[in-house]
Structures are given as structure tokens and as C-alpha cells.
């Protein structure tokens, strides 16, 4: 069976929401932070496939551009994440629900 | 089946259990681990997709910055004890049964979709030199801003993780 563009769809979907049911049952916000990494990844993973299928560089380009932006949000979200160990000591997402009150 | 295909099939059972083992080990220190795993499995597939550049990028970037980044900062709050409290059975279950409808929805509506054949013929656009001439004529304006990006988010950081004053304290 030859791969086609299509497996390579799949496999980036199955990452991509398992990244999703990583955000919704972990209460661990680095766990779930490692999951939006996991969701960026599938995400350049079919781009590449993309641009293998049209012969294009630009969408190689564009996850350069994504990796650039990863690594940007990481910097500033751990150091929120910090933030919220050192307040609240502890880093479940439960506890921060001062909205609902 | 050709060793592309046997690669292929070795590098995505790994990606995708892998990835099951981030979001399902107690441990975050095993979670890292397991993510880092899967990176060098997406990077496995780039190197398949003739992304050789991209493949390295990938590995130096993701397993070798963010990860120790993500590994320093569990180590230093001391989170590698499974002390997480777990969500309900009914939540866990709301979110695996709403990510996997998702999953389904996507597969399902992309089944019957056409696309041109990945071509079989290696090709030289992920080559670093080819990939450079792009980044910097045709994209050299989001490149550039790119970089304001990387300062705003390192002054960002600094700003966020620095000690409060405690003589300007609220």
C-alpha cells in the first residue's frame, strides 16, 4: 500500500486531538500547555505533507514562521505559569476559577 | 512495501503512542520525556517529506530549547511528585468522547477529498539554501517582524517572571 497524502492527513488529525483531549482532562496547566505544543506540531507535520504534495517552499517557510511563534508563547506562558506556582503555589488549573465568585 | 513505507509506519505508531503516553503518565517528567519522543518521530517524518532542514530545525528548536525549557521549569517548582489530583471520571470521559467526535468528524469529512500525489521524486526545496532564497525574498517583511515578536516576548517574560517590588506592591 504506498503512503498517501491522506495517511499523512490522519496521522496530523489523530495528534492534533489527542493534543485536544490533552487540554481537557489533564488539570496540570504545564501538561496542558505540552499539549498545545503537541497540537502545533500536527499542525506543521501536514503542512510539510502539504507542501511535499504541491512542491512549494512557502509552506516550509510558514513553519518556520509557527515554530517562531512557539517558542515565543512558551517564553511568556511558562513564565505565567511561574507566576502562578509562586501565588498559588500549585499549578492546577482548577484552582483558578476566582471568576466564577 | 518499500523502506519508506516500513519507516513510515515505524515513525507514526511511535508519534501517535507517544503522544497517548503524554497526556496518560502521572509522572510530567515522563510526560516531557514522551513528548520529546514524539518530536523526534515528527522529525523522522520530515526527513521522509525531503524537510531535511526543517527535520533539524525541528529537533534543535522543540526537543533541544522548549523541552529543557519545559524540564527546568518542572524541576525547579518540584512538580515531579504524582500528587496531581485526577478530574472527574465524568469530565475525563466528556473530554476523550468530545476530542475523539472531533477526530471522527475531521476523518470522515477528508475521506473522499482529492489530492495530488506526494511526488516520489526526492526534491530540493527543503534544502537550507533553496528554503533561505524564499525566507528572504518573499518573506523577508514577517521575518522581520518575527524578530519584534522574540523581543516583546523576551521582555515579556522578564517582565512576568521578575520578582515583585515589594515597595511598589499593590
Known amino acids: 500500500m504506498p503512503i498517501l497524502p491522506l495517511h499523512y492527513m490522519f496521522l496530523s488529525l489523530t495528534l492534533f486531538c489527542i493534543g485536544i483531549m490533552g487540554v481537557l482532562i489533564r488539570r496540570n496547566a504545564i501538561i496542558i500547555f505540552m499539549c498545545v505544543e503537541l497540537m502545533l506540531n500536527a499542525v506543521n507535520l501536514l503542512m510539510v505533507a502539504f507542501s511535499k504534495m504541491y512542491v512549494d517552499a512557502g509552506a516550509q517557510v510558514f513553519v518556520f514562521f509557527i515554530m517562531v511563534v512557539a517558542a515565543a508563547e512558551v517564553a511568556v506562558g511558562l513564565a505565567v505559569i511561574v507566576m502562578m506556582y509562586r501565588k498559588v503555589h500549585s499549578v492546577d488549573v482548577n484552582i483558578l476559577n476566582r471568576l466564577k465568585h | ?170
Open chain 2, 1 to 170: 512495501m518499500g523502506i519508506y513505507d516500513i519507516a513510515f509506519w515505524i515513525l507514526t505508531v511511535i508519534a501517535i503512542g507517544c503522544a497517548l503516553g503524554v497526556i496518560l503518565s502521572r509522572n510530567p517528567i515522563n510526560s516531557v520525556l514522551f513528548l520529546i519522543a514524539t518530536f523526534f518521530a515528527i522529525s523522522g517524518h520530515y526527513l521522509l517529506l525531503n524537510a531535511q532542514f526543517l527535520a533539524i530545525v525541528n529537533i534543535i528548536v522543540y526537543a533541544g530549547a522548549i523541552m529543557v525549557l519545559f524540564l527546568f521549569v518542572i524541576m525547579l517548582m518540584n512538580l515531579n511528585a504524582d500528587v496531581e489530583p485526577q478530574k472527574g471520571r465524568l469530565v475525563q470521559l466528556a473530554g476523550v468522547v468530545s476530542g475523539g467526535a472531533l477526530l471522527l468528524v475531521l476523518l470522515a469529512a477528508l475521506r473522499t477529498a482529492k489530492y495530488p500525489t506526494l511526488e516520489s521524486t526526492p526534491n530540493e526545496i527543503g534544502l537550507i539554501q533553496n528554503l533561505g532564497k524564499v525566507l528572504f525574498t518573499q518573506y523577508v517583511l514577517p521575518f522581520e517582524i518575527s524578530s519584534v515578536l522574540f523581543l516583546s516576548a523576551m521582555i515579556g517574560a522578564i517582565v512576568i517572571g521578575k520578582k515583585e517590588d515589594s515597595t511598589h506592591s499593590a
